[in-house]
């Protein structure tokens, strides 16, 4: 069964006409403790959609994101991204946001710093971001003691400080309430069609059926098909997708 | 026992009359260990990230260093510090020797490795949490220390006042390179071990309390801090 699933990722493949490939993992491999966690994962990520990466736990989703943000090394194959300009910016947001323990402003403000951005934009992009966010009445408050989904609607909106080419979120709003999880999706969507490419992570069927153009589904660090999300739920291509949408996959 | 009280009496006498003497002691006590802590914070806290960023061969080795020097004897240090400034030293040109200068140098010597330690310790659980997001960003790992050291601002305050609280009670070190001159580099300990052997326990005792009362008001203040509304509100 396995042996067919990649003839079968290629009738099945969003339409990518005129898309751009983005970014494009082969065969990366990745270990930790002995275990090969990440086994031989082939990807392409193109611009202009929304891709939703699903999985069991332990399928090397977060794995994944980490590798193509660049925080972890792979042990082989290559991330490449083809089009790679001065510009290209990727930028992360973590499932628990780790904010600086100062005011919502100065994260916006260090954030903006850290891009390089002169200080007379900075005043203004940090309004710009508050908006964005809908923060503008908590800019004083210390980023910390802000509710959850604050937390993530900033943690998010500075991850866009660097107008990053490529956002990558990993189960952002794994631990919030359904209003700051719309929220959180509000803002994913103002990116996406400020052209930033999406790659999200999540366990929520419904949500990736809100957000997602196309699914990726990892299982075991490999890549068992890349369908687009319309056709993912209605007709699962692996089995493996098939099992864990009936909730019986386990890893 | 009558001159028992009687020396407590006359202290608080000379502390609430604002005694001259006493009050020029108490100042250039502070002024001395105030800039030594300064300056040892001006090198020591950046060092101390430094060894939680950096990645080089002998890194933990210099940490156990570090941490060691933490109990460095006052004394050796003044010995050591002597003999850089003294006439036949490799610092002797500056002629620095019997002045507050020595002194200050004397005892940023003794608190540097305290700060450093110190401070690594608070660095390395914050460089921990932030690691991961800071990379993220896209900086580097020497790129975060200004980030490091302000988000650590209340722990290193209280790093600070623990190096105050060294430095002011030390007596070995300034007592050899300042020499205990009356009116240039006479401090509060100096003061209390001479008048003491002098018989003079008044101006010692009185120097005695305004000691302890400095040491209170240091750990009071590391108390506050620990506790201030801000430092909570950036938990």
Do not use: W
């Not at chain 1, 692996?238 to 099992?243: G, I, L, N, Q």
């Amino acid at each position: 069964m396995l042996e067919r699933v990649p003839v079968l990722i290629r009738k099945r493949v969003t339409d990518r006409k005129n898309r751009e490939c983005m970014l494009r993992l082969r065969n990366v491999v990745f270990e930790a403790g002995g275990k090969r966690l990440i086994d031989g994962l082939d990807l392409e990520l193109f611009s202009g959609t929304k891709t939703v990466i699903m999985g069991p736990n332990g399928a090397g989703k977060s794995l994944a994101l980490k590798l193509i943000q660049g925080l972890l090394e792979p042990a082989s194959g290559d991330i490449v991204r083809p089009n790679e300009g001065a510009d290209f910016a990727t930028a992360m947001v973590f499932q628990r946001p780790t904010l600086l323990r100062r005011s919502v402003e100065a994260n916006l403000d260090h954030a903006l710093r850290v891009c390089r951005v002169g200080r007379a934009d900075r005043r203004h992009r940090v309004e710009e971001l508050l908006e964005l966010g809908n923060l503008e009445h908590l800019r004083k408050q210390p980023a910390r003691r802000l509710s959850g989904g604050e937390q993530q609607r900033l943690s998010v909106v500075r991850a866009m400080a660097s107008r990053p080419k490529l956002l990558l979120l990993d189960e952002p709003t794994a631990s919030l309430d359904p209003a700051a999880t719309a929220a959180i999706e509000a803002l994913v969507n103002e990116a996406h069609q400020g052209g930033t490419k999406i790659v999200f992570v999540t366990h929520d069927a419904g949500q990736a059926r809100r957000i997602g153009d196309e699914v990726v589904f990892l299982h075991k660090g490999r890549l068992c098909e890349q369908t687009p999300a319309e056709e993912f739920f209605e007709q699962p291509v692996s089995v493996e997708a098939a099992a864990y949408l009936a909730g019986r996959l386990v890893l | 026992m009558d001159s028992f009280t009687g020396a407590f009496s006359e202290a608080f006498a000379l502390i609430l009359r604002g005694d001259s003497d006493l009050l020029e002691i108490v100042a250039l006590s502070l002024r001395v260990t105030m800039t030594a802590v300064a300056v040892a914070c001006v090198i020591g806290l950046p060092l101390g990230a430094l060894l939680v960023v950096g990645r080089f061969p002998g890194r933990t080795a210099l940490t156990v260093v570090v941490n060691s020097l933490m109990g460095l004897p006052p004394v050796v240090v003044g010995l050591l510090v002597y003999m850089m400034l003294s006439n036949s030293g490799p610092l002797g040109v500056l002629q620095l020797l019997y002045t507050p200068t020595a002194m200050i140098i004397a005892q940023a010597v003794l608190v540097t490795p305290i700060i450093i330690a110190l401070s690594r310790q608070v660095i390395e659980d914050l460089y921990a949490e932030y690691d991961e997001q800071l990379r993220a960003m896209g900086m580097t790992r020497f790129a975060m220390v200004p980030t490091l050291l302000f988000d650590a601002r209340f722990s290193l305050i209280t790093v600070a006042l623990a190096g105050l609280g060294r430095a002011i009670a030390e007596v070995g070190a300034v007592l050899i390179v300042g020499g205990n001159i009356n009116h240039v580099t006479r401090v509060m300990t100096t003061t209390i071990a001479l008048e003491t052997s002098k018989g003079n326990l008044a101006l010692a005792l009185g120097l005695g309390i305004i000691l302890i009362a400095l040491a209170l008001l240091v750990n009071a203040a590391v108390m506050s801090v620990r506790h201030s509304a801000a430092r909570t509100a950036h938990a």
